[in-house]
Nanobody
């Protein structure tokens, strides 16, 4: 079992930056792939970014490439999502998620993650 707690959300103006954190407890954090998803009002939860257990590979949805950066510090049991050049369309609740590193199915789908945090609200004002 892995427990995940997100933090770092808030209200920011368009063009600004935020860094989200995902603190993990329970089983060995370094054995899990970490993903970030978001859900805007009235929309389905969508993939944002993922990083493999060692941090060696990262994945992004097209709309955030070049603006967002996912990372992790396994010594601190924490994952991060640095968000720059924020746009109003980035407004959503952001969730971190984890799954065992040996899973071979796609990182892009919510159904392929076992553990979820409670989410943190990000609001970008235009």
């Amino acid at each position: 079992q892995v427990q995940l707690v997100e933090s770092g959300g808030g209200l920011v103006q368009a063009g600004g930056s935020l860094r989200l954190s995902c603190a993990a407890s329970g089983r060995t954090f370094s054995a899990y792939t970490l993903g970030w998803f978001r859900q805007a009002p009235g929309k389905e939860r969508e993939f944002v970014a993922a990083v493999t257990s060692s941090g060696g590979n990262t994945y992004y949805t097209d709309s955030v490439k070049g603006r967002f950066a996912i990372s992790r510090d396994n010594a601190k049991n924490t994952g991060y999502l640095q968000m720059n050049s924020l746009k109003s369309e980035d407004t959503a609740v952001y969730f971190c998620a984890a799954r065992p590193q040996y899973y071979s199915d796609s990182v892009y789908y919510t159904k392929n993650y076992n553990y979820w945090g409670q989410g943190t609200q990000v609001t970008v004002s235009s």
